[in-house]
């Protein structure tokens, strides 16, 4: 059966970079299993689904070492392009990623990676959906099958418009470009589709899902967090129609995604985020049998890594952010406070005194030959070494504040109200906590408590764009932390409004494309 699941893999693995971008529209390979072996049964296609989850967490060593599925999303396109991340690393390559500087080459191997990414889970789900109602099976397990692999097509077409798409109060309703809308097992020319109408086959996708997930009335198995089930559907709805501007789909969905996965506790916030607890709702497999070792997302970013590209190069919160979390708030306690110990203002670098606090208080969640600096995240935690952890999607926080963001358009700020108590106060994070904002002081505080609690965990960029403001970095002059080659301010019109240009590749093979592709 193991072997079934990476043959299955290999559909979407089978090409090389070196050709056209039909690259992930080569579903079946000479020295593959094809697809009447696939879809025979639905146990069979269940596997697929479990091929598309390790696609997730594939290193894709035909771009660069670090390019590893969703952990490069999170840490290149979502941390460090954002406001609030800073990475201790003074190198003028680390700058251009973060300041979006590859977003306008059509070559850039950063500008093809989401794109190729996402079409290979694309057109793996595609396959899936088209063959599953042949399959040997119960009603139920094709039913639950289809859903899952509609939840992951809605969630891909999702992240390429956040990336490749205007934000929506850009759009003039919709009606600018998207992404190519491909539903099918085709290789042929395609246009590219309007962001409404990507957005309305995202919705549809979703009803689609809901309706599979309920009629099959089979549950995830447990211990697979890293499978789609109803409440991912939800979530991911809740995301897009977020993102659409589509308030009230918005809060119906994050109310209805977190139910049955209460908030974690104050323990469990403080273990790494590196396996899923009650508050997951989908989550990026990984395990220490199929280490990328040093290129693996934690490798990356986990404080206690033994990776040279975090022991000397770790992230930090921004100084300007870690000085807005309140003194009674868990969340602070998850970074390093200099309080009044040295540290080299323009580096970040910590003196004598504030390393060997960090090294007294904080020695379990740091290497031992870690580099220590002033604001350096403790909040992500690699569970094997170098870099093996589990990845979360989507959580129940943030389905708290796509509601409460949602209800201050809907002049539902009394909702609001009590969903940020609710996160901050009762769930223990702070529990002096208390909110009686209005107007837009209300929703100013949503975003900075989607700040605070999503730090680091690859939506920062997303979050900005969406809502249309400035990302602005001070340096240490201008009293903030960011390096001088981070340092500055983004505006919201910036590089084609942050919209990623349609890669070079997709357009050579493409033909359709042109005359839309802006």
């Known amino acids: 059966m193991k072997k079934l699941i990476y043959s299955v893999v290999a559909l979407c693995l089978g090409a090389s970079l070196a050709s056209c971008s039909s690259d992930y529209l080569d579903l079946y390979p000479d020295n593959s299993t094809g ?35 969703e952990g490069t999303i999170k840490t290149l396109y979502g941390n460090f392009t954002g406001n609030d991340y800073h990475r201790l690393y003074n190198n003028s390559g680390m700058a251009a990623i973060a300041n979006g500087s590859n977003s306008q080459n059509s070559s850039s191997i950063y500008d093809y990676y989401p794109w190729f990414y996402y079409y290979q889970l694309i057109s793996n789900a595609n396959s899936i959906i088209m063959h599953i109602d042949e399959a040997q099976g119960t009603e139920q397990d094709r ?7 509609l939840t992951f097509r809605a969630y891909s077409y999702s992240q390429l418009l956040q990336i490749y798409g205007k934000r929506w109060m850009d759009s003039n309703n919709g009606a600018t470009r998207g992404v190519v809308l491909r539903l099918d097992e085709s290789k042929g020319n395609m246009p590219l589709s309007t962001l409404a109408d990507c957005y309305t086959q995202i919705y549809k996708d979703l009803d689609e899902a809901v309706r599979l997930f309920t009629l099959s009335g ?7 967090n890293h499978l789609p089930n109803l409440n991912a559907a939800y979530a991911v709805y809740a995301r897009a129609a977020i993102n659409r501007e589509d308030w009230a789909t918005a809060a119906k969905y994050a109310a209805l995604a977190r139910q049955g996965y209460p908030l974690m506790t104050n323990d469990e916030y403080k273990e790494g985020f590196n396996t899923p607890n009650s508050e997951w709702i989908w989550s990026v497999y990984s395990s220490e049998q199929e280490s990328l070792y040093f290129y693996q997302y934690f490798a990356y970013e986990g404080s206690n890594s033994s990776s040279s590209t975090w022991s000397k190069r770790p992230a930090a919160i921004s100084k300007e952010l870690y000085d ?8 602070r306690d998850l970074f ?10 323009a580096s970040s670098a910590a003196g004598a005194e504030l390393t060997s606090r960090a090294r007294n208080e904080y020695g379990d969640r740091l290497y031992e030959k870690s580099s220590i600096f002033a ?4 909040k992500q935690m690699t569970k094997v070494q170098p870099g093996v952890g589990e990845m979360n999607l989507f959580r129940s926080a943030e389905m708290y504040l796509i509601e409460a963001e949602a209800d201050c358009h809907l002049n539902k700020e009394a909702d609001a109200r009590r969903l940020l108590i609710e996160l901050n106060n009762a769930s223990g994070r702070n529990p002096e906590y208390t909110c009686d ?11 900075l408590y989607t700040r605070i609690e999503l730090w680091g965990e690859g939506r920062d960029w997303f979050n900005y764009k969406r809502w249309g ?15 001088q080659v981070f340092a500055g301010t983004i505006a919201p019109d910036a590089n084609n409004g942050w919209t990623w240009v349609v890669p070079s590749k997709e357009i050579d093979y493409n033909s359709d494309v042109l005359g839309n592709e802006k």
Do not use: C
């Open 218 to 224: 089979k549950k995830r198995p447990s211990g697979n």
């Open 143 to 149: 039913a639950f099958v289809k859903a899952e692999a």
């Open 469 to 483: 403001l400035p990302i602005v970095r001070h340096s240490s002059a201008q009293g903030g932390s960011f390096l």
């Open 336 to 345: 390093l406070d200099p309080k009044t110990d040295d540290y080299n203002a």
């Open 324 to 331: 807005r979390i309140p003194s009674t708030d868990l969340r």
């Open 375 to 378: 604001f350096m995240q403790l």
């Open 35 to 69: 697809p009447n072996v696939i879809f025979a049964t639905t146990e069979n296609a269940q596997l697929a689904v479990n091929g598309m989850t390790r696609l997730m967490s594939q290193q894709y060593q035909g771009f660069n070492q670090w390019f590893n599925g």
């Open 437 to 447: 904002k209005s107007g837009d002081e209300l929703l100013e505080e949503v975003r």
